[in-house]
Protein backbone atom coordinates (compact mmCIF):
# COMPACT_ATOMS: atom_id res chain seq x y z
CA UNK A 1 0.00 0.00 0.00
CA UNK A 2 2.41 2.53 0.96
CA UNK A 3 5.64 0.93 -0.85
CA UNK A 4 7.75 1.35 1.79
CA UNK A 5 8.88 -0.90 4.75
CA UNK A 6 6.56 0.71 7.36
CA UNK A 7 5.75 -2.49 9.00
CA UNK A 8 9.50 -2.95 9.88
CA UNK A 9 9.66 0.56 10.86
CA UNK A 10 7.48 0.44 13.67
CA UNK A 11 8.74 -2.77 14.84
CA UNK A 12 12.11 -2.01 15.03
CA UNK A 13 11.28 1.37 16.21
CA UNK A 14 8.98 0.36 19.06
CA UNK A 15 11.96 -2.31 19.84
CA UNK A 16 14.40 0.67 20.54
CA UNK A 17 12.24 2.74 22.59
CA UNK A 18 11.50 -0.72 24.54
CA UNK A 19 15.23 -1.23 24.93
CA UNK A 20 15.60 2.30 25.67
CA UNK A 21 13.75 1.87 28.62
CA UNK A 22 16.05 -0.73 30.18
CA UNK A 23 18.98 0.13 28.99
CA UNK A 24 21.75 2.40 30.72
CA UNK A 25 21.12 5.78 28.68
CA UNK A 26 25.35 6.08 28.76
CA UNK A 27 26.06 2.85 27.01
CA UNK A 28 22.63 3.93 24.49
CA UNK A 29 24.71 6.96 23.52
CA UNK A 30 27.76 5.52 23.12
CA UNK A 31 26.28 2.49 20.97
CA UNK A 32 24.80 5.26 18.64
CA UNK A 33 27.69 7.17 18.54
CA UNK A 34 30.05 4.38 17.19
CA UNK A 35 27.09 3.32 14.71
CA UNK A 36 26.72 6.68 13.16
CA UNK A 37 30.06 7.18 12.77
CA UNK A 38 30.86 3.54 11.44
CA UNK A 39 28.09 4.59 8.96
CA UNK A 40 29.63 7.71 8.21
CA UNK A 41 32.95 5.87 7.46
CA UNK A 42 30.95 3.50 5.38
CA UNK A 43 29.33 5.78 3.03
CA UNK A 44 32.81 8.32 2.37
CA UNK A 45 35.12 4.51 1.59
CA UNK A 46 31.49 4.27 -1.12
CA UNK A 47 31.89 7.71 -2.13
CA UNK A 48 35.64 6.95 -3.30
CA UNK A 49 35.16 3.13 -3.78
CA UNK A 50 32.60 4.59 -6.66
CA UNK A 51 34.32 7.04 -7.91
CA UNK A 52 37.20 4.91 -8.73
CA UNK A 53 35.23 1.83 -10.03
CA UNK A 54 32.18 3.81 -11.74
CA UNK A 55 33.58 7.15 -12.99
CA UNK A 56 30.77 7.56 -15.52
CA UNK A 57 28.20 6.08 -13.83
CA UNK A 58 25.03 8.22 -13.46
CA UNK A 59 24.59 9.86 -9.84
CA UNK A 60 21.44 12.09 -8.58
CA UNK A 61 24.57 14.35 -6.84
CA UNK A 62 27.79 15.20 -6.15
CA UNK A 63 29.80 14.92 -3.53
CA UNK A 64 32.31 18.07 -3.08
CA UNK A 65 35.86 17.55 -2.93
CA UNK A 66 36.59 14.05 -3.69
CA UNK A 67 38.64 12.74 -2.85
CA UNK A 68 39.72 15.28 -0.28
CA UNK A 69 36.24 15.25 1.60
CA UNK A 70 35.47 11.65 2.21
CA UNK A 71 39.41 10.66 3.03
CA UNK A 72 39.04 13.50 6.11
CA UNK A 73 35.37 12.18 7.29
CA UNK A 74 36.72 8.95 7.31
CA UNK A 75 40.16 10.11 9.30
CA UNK A 76 38.03 12.37 11.47
CA UNK A 77 35.26 9.40 12.22
CA UNK A 78 37.96 7.35 13.20
CA UNK A 79 39.75 9.89 15.05
CA UNK A 80 36.21 9.85 17.33
CA UNK A 81 35.64 6.56 17.63
CA UNK A 82 38.63 5.80 19.24
CA UNK A 83 37.77 7.80 21.68
CA UNK A 84 35.14 5.47 22.66
CA UNK A 85 35.68 2.67 25.58
CA UNK A 86 36.94 -0.63 25.07
CA UNK A 87 33.58 -1.96 25.95
CA UNK A 88 31.69 0.05 22.81
CA UNK A 89 33.74 -1.71 20.78
CA UNK A 90 33.16 -5.09 22.08
CA UNK A 91 29.53 -4.65 21.88
CA UNK A 92 29.39 -3.44 18.38
CA UNK A 93 31.86 -6.21 17.40
CA UNK A 94 29.65 -8.39 18.51
CA UNK A 95 26.31 -6.24 17.25
CA UNK A 96 28.08 -5.68 13.74
CA UNK A 97 28.84 -9.86 13.93
CA UNK A 98 25.34 -10.74 14.22
CA UNK A 99 24.11 -8.01 11.30
CA UNK A 100 26.32 -9.18 8.64
CA UNK A 101 25.10 -12.95 9.90
CA UNK A 102 21.48 -11.44 9.31
CA UNK A 103 22.29 -10.05 6.19
CA UNK A 104 24.44 -12.98 4.39
CA UNK A 105 22.05 -15.72 5.63
CA UNK A 106 19.18 -13.68 4.11
CA UNK A 107 20.75 -12.92 0.93
CA UNK A 108 22.16 -16.16 0.28
CA UNK A 109 17.90 -17.22 -1.18
CA UNK A 110 17.23 -13.68 -2.05
CA UNK A 111 19.75 -12.26 -3.97
CA UNK A 112 18.43 -11.17 -7.64
CA UNK A 113 22.45 -11.91 -8.54
CA UNK A 114 21.50 -15.47 -7.98
CA UNK A 115 18.91 -15.40 -10.60
CA UNK A 116 20.28 -17.29 -13.70
CA UNK A 117 20.67 -15.40 -16.90
CA UNK A 118 21.07 -11.98 -15.05
CA UNK A 119 24.53 -11.88 -16.41
Not at 14 to 23: K, S
Not at 70 to 77: L, Q, S, T
Request: charged content about 10%; overall charge positive; aromatic content about 18%.
Amino acid sequence: KYRTPFKGTWFFGLLTAIAGGFININVLFELVNIGTLSAFIIVSAGILWMRKTQPDAHRGFRAPGVPFTPICAIVFCFILILGLNWETWVRFAVWFALGLLVYFTYSRKHSQLNEPGLF
